[in-house]
């Protein structure tokens, strides 16, 4: 099972950026999706999760109003719309795939700074 993370980078303040992680050796379609962060010197936090379906999503609230998480079961990929980004989003993004187990990305760094 692979978990690959991509689309981090520097943007400034009030920017944008969208994050995919791409999926697969597992039954995609089954699995809740989840986005992580970890700030340095900080303990992961959750940001956003998706359902098995996309029917359910739910937000940090740091996040809610900025953040949007969608997934594509047909491509095996869960992404997250990250607008308006603020200095305090700057953190490692790790993918969660969670159904009977649990798996993990390797992460994809946000820097946000002018």
């Known amino acids: 099972v692979q978990l690959v993370e991509s689309g981090g980078g520097l943007v400034q303040p009030g920017g944008s950026l969208r994050l995919s992680c791409a999926a697969s050796?597992?039954?995609?379609?089954?699995?809740?999706m989840r986005w992580y962060r970890q700030a340095a010197g900080k303990e992961r936090e959750l940001v956003a999760h998706i359902s098995s379906f996309g029917g359910y999503t739910h937000y940090a609230d740091s996040v809610k109003g900025r953040f949007t998480i969608s997934r594509d079961n047909a491509k095996n990929t869960v992404y997250l719309q990250m607008n308006n980004l603020k200095p305090e989003d700057t953190a490692v993004y790790y993918c969660?795939?969670?159904?009977?187990?649990?798996?993990w990305g390797k992460g994809t760094q946000v820097t946000v700074s002018s």
């Open positions: 050796g597992l039954t995609f379609r089954i699995y809740e």
């Open positions: 969660n795939a969670n159904a009977n187990n649990i798996y």
